[in-house]
């Protein structure tokens, strides 16, 4: 009798004002000249602009890289975390992502300043070591908690069949636990090509990455072009949630 | 021995995640305007944080001060706006919740900058001026999601009758909402709300595209500014250590106790 | 007279969609009265329940409570109370809120509410648990809070939706002892849900039977045991065997390929009938000479209290039979039934009979599909006839892409030599099929019709 579906109803109008709507922005300055004119030039002149298309390039190297040392990093110490064996207290996990709790740009410069003092100059490796530094605890948790939601029947049977613990871990508990890989390179690949900021003052502005040049365009007014490459990123993401389907939302609630 | 060689792996990372922090507590004792340098033991930049008498006069106060505010505000308005929007994607069927769960997705998915630029133009595009109000308006943005994801499990474990029952046993339905429906989705708004506020706290990107040019400034924009100008405010470092030991000391007691009723009820 | 009705429903419809959940529901109830919707799941009676509650709106007819209507009454504004199937208790609410939560919001003063609240946990033995947390309870005490918490608001009705279902079989028992014994002590009216036709023997004064939406019989639970009206009652309520035979004429049936005596009339004579006959009702023996037929045992399985047998007849036929005696696999019988035993019903349809459209002199359409056969001559393209299948004459396939379209199995009876299925086919429409295989309910089936096995018939009216 109570329609309670309509309560959507307001927060259905508010995401089409502040969530669809600013998206399709993106898209109509992206194709607009300052003028206002319907325009192909913003897009054609990202692919035929050597600066933008290389600080793409980069970008994306970085961001790749950085997911995989994630993935290598955070695999086995999530796989860890979620092994009663080896640890048994909830605090231990806690504390791997107690640092998302600190301003980011916080740490990262006492990160530039630690390697400083060290006497490490600030270049490619610091700038990896800095996203790795940020990003890690986004791959260890969803990694985390589909290997504690994981039926530990599934090791048992396989290895009632005759599996040795590795071909449990790598025929078993890799496969399933994948979906949390997914959601893990979803929270650490387009942010980091995305980052702005952070890349420069890890890199003391010797690397830009595609997130800084989006900023600078808008902040000195050319909304068109940073729209534009807004809008090239929006494409990309598209692409990488298509391939991973519906898998992501996983990542809800209890961080805390 | 693996249990050794493991223990000692999650150590080792926890120690390269913890140094930075450790860095900035560490120099947080010491008077240097410059982050590294040592010039021996001193609580002086505590007692400037507390007295207000900071070197980077009242711009850093206030910085704090508003983004406290805009978190506080930002969280609350999320919570009410996603807790009613759960129950109401929670009653829909078929397409249209699935339609509501994809939208509800893209502020998740979206980095911080697409958010960022696309309600700047949004602003722009409107002619609204920026400033409070539109830094308000895009945290709630990218805030409510995550609320709507933790009040929606809380909805499915719930007994589907006892909202029922609450009007069977003469209940208006807005004495059964407030009576049987808000406590029993207490926590996930509760747990919605920290991660609200957590969130926007945190935020950098979609503030600083939001913020107009009024020179409102919350902790994140004040660094970055802080940062380009070359030389951070030393009296971060005693406030960073603070926030740290806060959330540290909270984290911890959330869980010791989470845990222990869990083990009560096991 | 309509006053000594607590409740009286009146054709009640409703539908979820196209499907008629509810299909023209009358019935009333007496004041003081246990009365119990029973049917299996999906017949509709939770919906009626539900109703009756004021959760659901009906699309027609009428609920009245002591000769009003209250269908456009909101379920809170409803002196009735509900004990709901999972218990619904409030979590977030220790045992005495639980129960005073109604009495609170009917600004009851405190003093009242205490002693209510105490006097019926007492009633249902819950005492001590006042202050204890609902998560701390057993099931069954679980179950004694909302049966307070419903009662302490001395509702004019008490509805009970499935009640007991989510608890152990001893549990359950002691459950129904004491619901008979609070019944009696409050005096008040209870409707009371169930799929389970051995707790609404017990319970009940009235039993409503249900399926599909429709009321099958009332009547009070030896009515409905001694005396179904139809096969889905006899199957769905105790242990039978139903058989197809012939009212040769009045107080004599032919089935199992015998004549009996039996005490029924006024059906005709040589009309088909489906006859009842309850396991216990067989009188077996040793003495095949004084008996009306004869069979050998199959077998034989101790049931606690009596043996179970299965006996092949003379005449080709299996028969369930209870006995407090043995008799071994493989030895001969004498077997009896007394005419009072036999239950003679008449059948609801002797063939199917199908709703069709005339495509051309060689095909019909019907069912959602072209089939062949001969149309005869009187009948033109587009003119709507009936057309009819006898049960035997639908086959059924394995696979469901084998046949001209598909359906499910929905209901099976077994009647002594073969099986009568209720297929429901992938449209939504009925079919009913004789067949010896040994098919399951919820098997997915091809069905195909010989051409010459359809008949055309001229539509009455």
Redesign the interface.
Known sequence: ????????????V??L???????L??VL?AFQDSAGHFTFSNITHFFSDSDSLSTFAVSIEVAIENTLICIL?GY??AW??A?R???RS???V??????????????T???A??F??LGIALGKGTLLFGMV?DF??FMIYPIYTTLMKMDKSYAEAAEDLGAAPWTVFWKITVPLSLPGVMSGV?MVF??T?????ISE?LTNNKIKLF?TI??EN?NSSM?NY??AL?FI??VI?GIT?LFQGSE??EV????? | MKKLFAKCYIWLLLAMLYAPLLFIAVFSFTESRVLGSWTGFSTKLYQNLFTGNVSGGAALISAVENTLLIALIAAAFSTLLGTVAAIGIFNLKGRAKRTMQFLNNIPMINPDIITGVSLFLLFVFLKFSQGYVTVVLAHITFCTPYVVLSVMPKLSQMNPNIYEAALDLGATPGQALWKVLVPELRPGMISGFMMAFTMSLDDFAVTFFTRGTIGLDTLSTYIYADARKGGLTPELRPLMTLIFLLVLVLLIIINLRSSRTKNVIE | MTKDYIIDIQHLSKSFGDVKVLDDINFYVRRGEFITLLGPSGCGKTTLLRQIAGFIAPDEGRILLEGKDISGIPPHKRPLNTVFQRYALFPHLDVFDNVAFGLKLHKIPAKEIEQRVKKMLKMVSMTDYEDRSVDSLSGGQQQRVAIARALVNYPKVLLLDEPLAALDLKMRKDMQLELKEIHRKMGITFIYVTHDQEEALTLSDTIVVMNEGRIQQIGTPTDIYNEPVNSFVADFIGESTILNGTMICDRKVEFMGHEFECVDEGFGENVPVDVVVRPEDVVISSDVEGSQFSGVVESCIFKGVHYEMFVDTDKGYELMVQDYDSFEPGSKVGLSINPDDIQVMRKERTCNTIEATVEDQEHVSMLGCTWECSVPAEFKSGDEVLAEVAFDKVDLLDNQEDGKLGGEVHFLLYKGDHYHLTILTDDGDHLWVDTDDIWDKGDLVGIDILPSDIKIKRKNG
């Open positions: 009798m109570v329609k309670r579906s309509n309560w959507s109803i307001p927060y259905l508010f995401m004002v502040f969530v669809v709507l600013p998206l922005l993106i300055y990093l086995p110490a860890i975390l092994n064996k080896y640890n909830a605090v231990t806690v504390l791997f992502l107690m640092p998302m709790w600190i301003n980011a740009l916080m740490r410069l006492a990160t300043e630690l400083n003092m530094y890690l605890p979803l387009m942010p090509v995305s980052t702005f900021a003052f997130g989006i900023q808008i909304w940073g729209a807004a990123m929006l993401i949630t992501h939302g809800e609630g209890g961080l805390i």
